[in-house]
């Protein structure tokens, strides 16, 4: 008896284990999660700044989504005498969708339109960053736009996924 326990008990443990390694598998291609702290959401881009800025700048445009501006934050601080890592900012935005919170709660203009900021850590890795949608809900207290928040996330991520290799 005790010797078809071990077996079962084996026979458990590998069907376990392989399912572990399927799943291993299954994953190891696909991007982590965007990290998420303090209402930032942060993500590892696949592509060196330039090209990442440049996918993404084509990738707004053929959303037909308005770049109102790309801010070389690095160029700006050597101006003024400032060392800085590579660090741009691109500001971006549909009217007919960032309205729609300024209209809940007026001071939702501080956050709209989007920031993407695009910088080089000193590993030379390259992130983008922006402030998460529901952080700015909360923030400010608009709690009747959940589709138009979900939709700007939707947005937003598929911009970065055009910096990301696949």
Do not use: C
């Not at 982590?32 to 440049?54: F, H, N, T, W």
């Not at 770049?67 to 070389?72: M, V």
């Not at 660090?87 to 709660?105: D, E, M, R, Y």
């Amino acid at each position: 008896m005790q010797a078809r326990t071990v077996t079962i008990v084996s026979a458990a443990v590998m069907a376990a284990l392989s399912s572990v390694v399927l799943v291993a598998k299954s994953t190891a291609n696909r991007s982590p999660p965007p990290a998420v702290e303090d209402g930032v959401v942060r993500v590892k881009l696949g592509y060196p700044m330039p090209e990442a800025i440049a996918r993404m700048q084509a990738d707004i445009a053929a959303k037909n989504i308005v770049l109102f501006s790309t801010i070389d934050q690095s160029k700006l601080a050597k101006d003024a005498g400032i060392a800085l890592r590579p660090s741009t900012l691109l500001v971006f935005g549909n009217p007919a969708l960032g309205s729609q919170f300024i209209t809940a709660k007026g001071q939702a203009g501080l956050d709209w339109p989007v920031r993407l900021l695009v910088q080089e850590d000193a590993s030379g890795q390259i992130w983008a960053a922006y402030t998460d949608f529901t952080w700015i809900a909360r923030r400010h207290q608009i709690t009747n736009r959940e589709a138009a928040f979900a939709m700007a996330s939707k947005v937003v991520a598929s911009i970065i996924s055009s910096a990301q290799k696949k």
